[in-house]
């Protein structure tokens, strides 16, 4: 600590005059390009996607701990959506539903029976009715795993 009078030159007054290259020690040159080296390895320049050193996908931590069936996802929304639109007169655009062409087929039969279970047997029996029919025709249409008609299907 000073007295009164100009500050004295210690290590910050030091560290604040920007010294020539010539004037750096002969480490520093290497440790210069150390860091951008070093920086570009941590960036990934291998690969892409999220493998580890090993090649083999490393889990995300934001994935699920499993994945759902095909055929469960599609039974999951085809019964949403058939409960959306049990009471509508028109379904929308499949795409928009994020249903598949095949999906969307399966929903509108869903819904058909669905609406014909309401007027016989009440609201239960419909909801009921939706679950069941879209587990079972999601199963027959995923059976094999995927869809074996096309893409789009």
Excluded: F
């Excluded at 570009?40 to 499993?66: D, I, K, R, V, Y």
């Excluded at 819904?111 to 079972?136: H, M, P, T």
Aim: hydrophobic share 35%; with cysteine; proline share 9%.
């Amino acid at each position: 600590m000073t007295t009164g009078g100009a500050p004295r030159a210690g290590a910050a007054g030091r560290l604040s005059k920007t010294a020539s290259p010539a004037a750096l020690p002969p480490a520093w040159p290497a440790a210069l390009l150390a860091v951008p080296l070093a920086l570009l390895l941590a960036t990934g320049c291998g690969p892409s996607g999220s493998a580890g050193a090993s090649g083999t996908p490393s889990p995300s931590p934001s994935s699920p701990a499993s994945t759902t069936a095909p055929g469960d996802l599609c039974a999951r929304i085809v019964a949403h959506w058939a409960r959306e639109v049990l009471d509508s007169t028109t379904y929308g655009d499949y795409q928009s539903m994020g249903l598949s062409n095949g999906q969307y087929e399966i929903l509108r039969a869903v819904v058909d029976a669905a609406r014909a279970a309401k007027k016989r047997q009440g609201a239960d029996s419909a909801d009921e009715l939706i679950d069941r029919e879209a587990a079972r025709r999601c199963a027959d249409r995923y059976r094999s795993g995927a869809p074996t008609e096309g893409p789009w299907q």
